[in-house]
């Protein structure tokens, strides 16, 4: 299948494309670095540097033997977009091209501007180009569980059969996220549902939880092939970020109660979940929506975990609470649904005793790279 | 009270302006021509030119002796908006600076484009304004009717609470809506909950549907202070246009079966329920939802009106169904409810034929400005 993977440098972008060549199909990537940028901007660096999208091409060329064309520029530049469409036909779009960050987003009033209108404008742009270009193709978004936030009642699987007054309507499940990064993904759901009821495009929505780890089978352990592994608050998912916390003896930053619980993925398995997802893809006129995640904890369930791992490799890990910087409920019923993939076929890597050890031990290689101060930015959301 | 009104030279906000001083309030307009560059573009000028915001304005002062400073400028630009709010420090605000048609909005691409960016990006720049210099002003924005779309079970006002295996929980109410302009409107409302959650801004959002009319206190009989008059498919409403096709001998149009059901309003009832809302202002951290029309029609019960009063005044009405441009349900349930206006002291003006007559012969007096091929310009919405 001829894919497009969009923001195909990013934590999940780059891993996704090698999958999928190792998997048989041929992949085009697009970036323009905007994660990069942000992170600069913003002094927080991943953990080790990685070759750029041109450079990692042609490390995975020299290893595996497939060719990825790269396209450089910006999906919210509709010139580019026609530019990309129309040298790489696409079948399916991974559509991955936004800034990611719910801590940035709440920055500051040019952070989340530029979230909102990059965000919006690129969605909005995939699905201009499919109309025009492909109209068959099939666009794989991230969406994020984030979008449905933390009702009091179960989450089921996108929608909602709702009784009221005698009468039954089938809804898009509500949505009501507790950041500016989450609130825009809700927009990119209103937006392709629309666009799916009025022109019939296809659509998979993955709601996924954060994602953690470092591994694939295809970086093996060749580290020039990792993604981004970010270990500071704006762009470190938790765990990553407590992994490396333990590794530099900072007391791992628990928010408020933390009793905060979401729904976690390895890394593999968002490859697999995206690949699963392609390979079976949605109807014309379909939007489907996946629930992406294996299982779930609480904040303090993760921390009290790392700190059991840590300790049994020697480290001396802490665990702190600190004053919530966001705003969000610390203690909350949750009960999402989570079958949808596992009936396409995923296999799900839980989190083992192992995989946290083989994740410190890495990091504790990298131990020298770790700046504290990048750690804590204390971005409140008030 | 300050009150600034976003979007003033419009259909609406060009009659608020004069009807907030009229009642006492303070009151200042912003606008950037935008709605009138479009219908230039499109070829789809009102059916009587109207003058520009300096001289409505100068007009209105000769006429009352309130004086209202004008602003012109785009508010997506942050410059501008920083001026406008540093230089008239609201009370209030009255957002309508929104690209409000849904045909035009689903004209093209880049008429699309530019009604997500401008309204989505408007409405975060009135956030960030409040935010940063009017943290206590409360926001009245101009949702719409349309947001809701056509759900098989009655419409509450703004919220519902579900119950869901044996738990329950109040959500915003599902929106789901059949235009890219009403997306963009459901978008906005996104933007609002999510930060009147989390900055404690007040805002109450109006869900207005289609108004007619063109008469209100304060126009009196002086035509030039009348409001935009739009006749055509894209920017009239489906009152008006009707009113104006009547005169014309041009058969009302009706698309496809004509079940479509709305909820209508008078243009002073708008004016009414915005100040009764401004008087009345939401609670700091509150999203205030009121549905805001009067009476439901189906689109065939519109026509049929229309034909009896214009046949009464010696017209020769004609009634012709045309294939649907849209996609919309042509005949489904619709039961919204609307009491919060009323519960605030709304006294509603229902369409009567009295109502009907006067603006079919005021339009009689402009007959010869309707240039037919402005009426129907075949918008498909795929």
Same mark, same amino acid.
């Given at each position: ?22 998997? @048989? ?25 990685? %070759? ?97 936030? $933390? ?37 990119? $759901?209103?937006?392709?549902? #629309? ?45 990553? /970020? ?20 979401? @729904? ?10 995206? /690949? ?11 939007? /489907?929506? #996946? ?34 910087? /966001? ?8 009960? %999402? ?24 031990? $890495? ?20």
């Amino acid at each position: 299948m001829h894919i497009l993977i969009l923001g195909g440098d990013g934590y999940l972008g780059w891993p996704t494309a090698m999958h999928l060549t190792a998997k @048989g199909h041929h992949v085009a990537v697009v970036d323009n670095y905007l994660r990069r940028r942000l992170c600069r901007e913003e002094n927080v660096e991943p953990l080790f540097d990685v %070759p750029n999208l041109h450079e990692r091409v042609g490390l995975w060329e020299s290893v595996s033997g497939y060719k990825i064309p790269v396209f450089i520029g910006d999906l919210a530049d509709w010139e580019f977009v026609k530019e990309v469409f129309q040298t790489f036909t696409p079948e399916a779009i991974v559509h991955y091209a936004e800034q990611p960050s719910a801590p940035y987003s709440m920055l500051n009033r040019r952070a989340a501007m530029l979230s909102l209108q990059n965000n919006l404008t690129v969605t909005a742009n995939v699905i201009f180009a499919v109309r025009e270009f492909s109209p068959d193709a099939h666009i794989v978004k991230l969406g994020t569980m984030g979008e449905y936030g $933390t009702p009091n009642i179960d989450i089921e699987e996108g929608w909602l059969e709702v009784e009221h007054n005698g009468r039954r309507h089938k809804f898009l499940y509500p949505r009501q996220a507790s950041s500016l990064y989450h609130t825009t993904k809700i927009m990119d $759901t209103d937006l392709l549902w #629309f666009y799916v009821r009025t022109w019939d495009i296809r659509v998979t929505d993955l709601m996924q939880g954060p994602v953690y780890g470092l591994f694939t089978d295809e970086t093996a352990d060749d580290e020039r092939l990792f993604p981004f592994f970010n270990y500071d608050e704006i762009f470190g998912t938790v765990l990553n /970020r407590f992994v490396v916390q333990s590794v530099a003896g900072y007391p791992l930053t628990v928010y408020g109660k933390g009793g905060q619980t979401r @729904g976690y993925l390895n890394i593999k398995d968002t490859l697999n979940c995206v /690949r699963l997802s392609l390979e079976q893809p949605a109807k014309a006129g379909e939007l /489907r929506i #996946f629930n992406q995640f294996v299982e779930t904890f609480t904040v303090n369930e993760l921390a009290e975990l790392v700190q059991r791992v840590g300790n049994q490799l020697g480290l001396n890990v802490q665990i702190r609470s600190v004053e919530n910087p /966001r705003k969000e409920a610390e203690d909350h019923y949750y009960n %999402p649904a989570h079958t949808g993939l596992l009936e396409l076929g995923l296999k799900p890597h839980f989190l083992t005793d192992e995989i946290l050890a083989q994740m410190l031990e $890495t990091v504790l290689r990298h131990k020298a790279n770790i700046q504290e101060h990048k750690i804590y930015r204390k971005v409140k959301w008030s």
